[in-house]
Nanobody, 125 residues
């Protein structure tokens, strides 16, 4: 059974930093594309950052230069370092895993089969 458990969300002032973690289990982590997505009420889920098993990474334009995705394959854990946070970064953040399928478009939510429960990030001005 695939499990993705996010942690690290919280409230921070604009300009601050947070690091999200996603602990994965139940599948071959090293072979799966992994991503971070976010969603605010009334809007579609948005791809923030993702990394593929072949080494590709992708970032949304809105977070380039501020967010960094990384992973510790020995711990089956995905991270999202978020710096210079802005109020518009406020959202529920989700970790996602594609599983065994190859993912070309890393920031498209429909390409991911497994999702965590989400962790809330709130940035105040």
């Amino acid at each position: 059974q695939v499990q993705l458990v996010e942690s690290g969300g919280g409230s921070v002032q604009a300009g601050g930093s947070l690091r999200l973690s996603c602990a994965a289990s139940g599948y071959t982590y090293s072979r799966s594309s992994m991503g971070w997505f976010r969603q605010v009420p009334g809007k579609e889920r948005e791809g923030v950052a993702a990394t593929a098993s072949d080494g590709r990474t992708s970032y949304a334009d809105s977070v380039k230069g501020r967010f960094t995705i990384s992973q510790d394959k020995a711990k089956n854990t995905l991270y999202l370092q978020m710096n210079s946070l802005k109020p518009e970064d406020t959202a529920m953040y989700y970790c996602a895993a594609a599983g065994s399928n190859f993912v070309l478009r890393l920031l498209v939510a429909a390409n991911y089969n497994y999702w965590g429960q989400g962790t809330q990030v709130t940035v105040s001005s």
